[in-house]
């Protein structure tokens, strides 16, 4: 009885340990599954977020190109603002611009042009990729003044985008326009510039919004009309919504998910583990347990690298918008030109250039920061931001240098960071150099010969960010005229190749002396090159930044000349850069078109065909005296332009074979034309008599 009663004991006491493992397992389980459940959300959530980003880009990229777009035939329109005839081919010009099928218009008050009728309304719409339609659909029963997007016109003073509508006579399809006002010389508003978006482009978001099998999404607009409608929901379901709003024009985008595709696979999963409970406690609980360990890692590491992802990201914006992109950058200053470029090794880098001009003084630094990554992204736009304030008040390169120091040493720099700087100050009407060296590389002065440098001489003061209130010392020296400053970091004395040997100062050296006279581009240049073909293929273990200032000297007039010049990529969504430099250089209204015309074609036939593959630069000089002599210069490969045979104009246009018009209309336009290649360089001059 008494062994009975013990093996009763045990067995409750096995029962009641049974039932406490189960409620055990059973409640670790529910937390394991409600967790899950809240991390599988806020990853849901993220990546929503990552492609409503995407998204809004796309929108955002297309909404400005469309802007962009209106205002050139804003533009245009005001400077031939009594031209109606000229219309017809600037708004064909102007769809002829756009990537994707569109229509664009412009619309005139009634009766502006008597000769027109009441309406008049010239519209471009481009049918295929080589097919443009352009016809006046302005008419009685065609009133544009009722449409919004003509209201929006007279109310807002720049790019408005009105609520969706059916196009009947231009696109004939749900639109949602741009307008733009034109005004006449007085300032009025006599027109209204219109382009459209077609929503059936909108769709074709899903690629980026599909971020389930079955989710969904929709496009609002700022005033709640639906532009890609949200389809019904089922009553009972319950649906995971996230929203982002478009910069551009207002309008609001959802991706919605429901729960039970959202949640599918934990479900499913809690399905087998059930199962699984019931076969063994035991084995369960070891596997359970093991799994959500397993589980809880993979979904923090998942969380831990879209995060790090979302950082370097936000960090590159950061970094490239900081730095300057505009070369050459003062047109009031001919006797200054300065070109720098950045190369991170990494997403982001530490690496940093920057200068602006006040009182007829050049400020510039060059800095690099100690450390990799997000954090030393950071420390470079604190670095940025310190010598834009200080150099607004303060003329002594020791005194802004020793504030920048005290900034960086104090509690914000809690990662113990520092940053090596060059800070100095350049009189542009004496060629006198102030400056300081935070611990950073000795700058190179190239004579204007290009055949001797040497380094500045540099105090050794500590870098940024090592001890508070340190005494910083500046030093003086005079730029010879047509001398070049050349600035770098770290990254290009240091580079390795796949021994792991240094190009070092002594290669560095050679290089800035074995071309010649150069500009600060392409001293640049020449430099990246020069370390490029250097490392070959061995990986890049530093940040690269690359800085060269020239000074010409006091600026010499020739009869009254005027220099121009513009730098651009061999992008040919360029283009409309080129316009507005033309603008800049003052022509005679008769030669703007004309000139504009010929420029275009020319930079489009070297963008097109001189860099095949890869990317490139095209420079763009004019001189301007009492005629107009325009240079276009590449490096790519070798081609005359001049030397292709004339086409034959008297035959049709099936007839003539293609190519050959373009420089046949530079021809016509322009007095002279001549080619030459130069240094490896092709050479276009252009001659125009004023």
């Known amino acids: 009885m008494k062994e009975n009663r013990n093996i009763r004991a045990n067995a409750r006491s096995g029962l009641w340990i049974l039932i406490m493992a189960a409620v055990l397992l059973e409640a670790i389980s529910c937390i394991m599954y409600f967790t899950s459940r809240s991390a599988i959300r806020h990853e849901a959530e993220q990546r929503a977020k990552t492609e409503l980003r995407k998204a809004e880009l796309e929108i955002d990229v297309h909404a400005i190109e469309m802007e962009t777009a209106a205002k050139t035939l804003a533009l245009l329109a005001e400077r031939h603002v009594n031209e109606p005839e000229y219309m017809f081919g600037a708004t064909r010009m102007a769809v002829s611009t756009l990537r994707s099928n569109t229509s664009m218009a412009i619309a005139y008050v009634p009766d502006y042009f008597p000769g027109k009728g009441r309406f008049f309304e010239v519209c471009s719409s481009r049918i295929t990729e080589d097919s443009i339609y352009t016809r006046q659909i302005g008419s009685a029963e065609h009133d544009y003044t009722q449409m919004e997007w003509w209201q929006n016109g007279f109310v807002h003073d720049s790019c408005w985008w009105c609520?969706?509508?059916?196009?009947?006579?231009?696109?004939?399809?749900?639109v949602v326009s741009c307008s733009c006002p034109v005004h006449d010389r007085n300032g009025k508003v006599v027109a209204v510039v219109c382009i459209d978006m077609s929503l059936d482009a909108l769709k074709n978001l899903s690629e980026y919004?599909?971020?389930?099998?079955?989710?969904?999404?929709?496009?609002r607009s700022g005033a709640g009309m639906e532009i890609?409608?949200?389809?019904?929901?089922?009553?009972?379901?319950?649906?995971?919504?996230?929203?982002?709003?478009?910069d551009a024009t207002g309008w609001h985008i959802e991706i919605i998910i429901p729960d039970e595709e959202l949640f599918r696979g934990l479900n499913h999963v809690g399905k087998i583990v059930g199962i699984l409970m019931l076969l063994g406690l035991l084995v369960l609980v070891v596997i359970i347990y093991a799994s959500g360990k397993n589980f809880a890692k993979l979904i923090n590491l998942r969380n831990q690298q879209d995060r790090i992802a979302s950082e370097l990201t936000i960090a590159r914006r950061i970094q490239m918008a900081m730095l300057p992109t505009r070369f050459p950058p003062f047109e009031d200053y001919p006797n200054l030109y300065a070109y720098g470029i950045v190369v991170p090794a990494k997403e982001v880098g530490g690496d940093l250039f920057d200068f602006y001009i006040r009182e007829d003084k050049l400020y510039f630094c060059i800095g690099d920061v100690s450390g990799k990554g997000v954090p030393a992204a950071i420390v470079m736009a604190m670095t940025r931001s310190l010598f834009r304030s200080y150099t607004s008040y303060l003329d002594r390169p020791a005194q802004i240098v020793s504030q920048m120091n005290n900034a960086l040493t104090g509690e914000?720099?809690?990662?113990?960071?520092?940053v090596t700087l060059f800070l100095g100050v350049l009189d542009l009407t004496t060629g006198d150099l102030l400056y300081c060296n935070a611990g950073h590389n000795q700058p190179l002065h190239i004579q204007r010969d290009g055949a001797?440098?040497?380094?500045?001489?540099?105090?050794?003061?500590?870098?940024?960010?090592?001890?508070?209130?340190?005494?910083?010392?500046?030093?003086?020296?005079?730029?010879?005229?047509?001398?070049?400053?050349?600035?770098?970091?770290?990254?290009?004395?240091?580079?390795?190749?796949?021994?792991h040997e240094q190009f070092g100062e002594a290669r560095m050296n050679a290089t800035a002396t074995d071309g010649g006279e150069r500009s600060?581009?392409?001293?640049?240049?020449?430099?990246?090159?020069?370390?490029?073909?250097?490392?070959?293929?061995?990986?890049?273990?530093?940040?690269?930044?690359?800085?060269?200032?020239?000074?010409?000297?006091?600026?010499?007039?020739?009869?009254?000349?005027?220099?121009?010049?513009?730098?651009m990529r061999n992008d040919i969504q360029q283009i409309p850069t080129l316009a507005e430099w033309v603008d800049m250089i003052g022509l005679p209204e008769e030669l703007n078109?004309?000139?504009?015309?010929?420029?275009?074609?020319?930079?489009?036939?070297?963008?097109?065909?001189?860099?095949?593959?890869?990317?490139?630069?095209?420079?763009?000089?004019?001189?301007?005296t009492d005629k107009l002599v325009f240079t276009i210069t590449d490096s790519g490969i070798p081609f005359d332009p001049t030397q292709q045979e004339e086409?034959?104009?008297?035959?049709?246009?099936?007839?003539?074979?293609?190519?050959?018009?373009?420089?046949?209309?530079?021809?016509?336009?322009?007095?002279?034309?001549?080619?030459?290649?130069?240094?490896?360089?092709?050479?276009?001059?252009?001659?125009k008599e004023m």
């Open 412 to 418: 914000s720099n809690n990662q113990d960071m520092f």
């Open 520 to 567: 600060p581009h392409e001293t640049v240049e020449a430099m990246q090159a020069a370390v490029t073909a250097f490392v070959g293929e061995a990986e890049q273990s530093d940040d690269l930044t690359l800085f060269a200032i020239q000074w010409k000297g006091e600026q010499v007039s020739v009869k009254g000349a005027k220099h121009f010049s513009l730098v």
């Open 228 to 246: 890609v409608p949200t389809p019904d929901t089922v009553a009972g379901r319950r649906y995971n919504i996230f929203e982002e709003e478009i």
């Open 163 to 174: 609520e969706p509508y059916m196009d009947d006579s231009g696109s004939k399809t749900m």
């Open 647 to 687: 086409p034959d104009v008297t035959q049709s246009a099936e007839e003539r074979p293609i190519g050959g018009l373009g420089i046949f209309l530079v021809k016509q336009i322009m007095n002279e034309v001549h080619y030459e290649r130069k240094d490896g360089k092709n050479i276009l001059t252009l001659v």
């Open 593 to 624: 078109m004309p000139i504009n015309l010929a420029l275009e074609e020319a930079v489009s036939n070297v963008m097109l065909y001189a860099y095949p593959g890869k990317s490139g630069q095209v420079l763009v000089e004019c001189t301007k």
């Open 209 to 219: 919004l599909q971020v389930y099998p079955n989710s969904y999404y929709s496009i």
């Open 452 to 499: 001797h440098c040497a380094m500045l001489d540099c105090k050794a003061n500590l870098p940024l960010g090592v001890i508070a209130d340190f005494g910083y010392e500046e030093q003086e020296t005079a730029l010879s005229e047509g001398g070049t400053v050349f600035l770098y970091t770290d990254g290009l004395t240091e580079a390795e190749n796949n021994t």
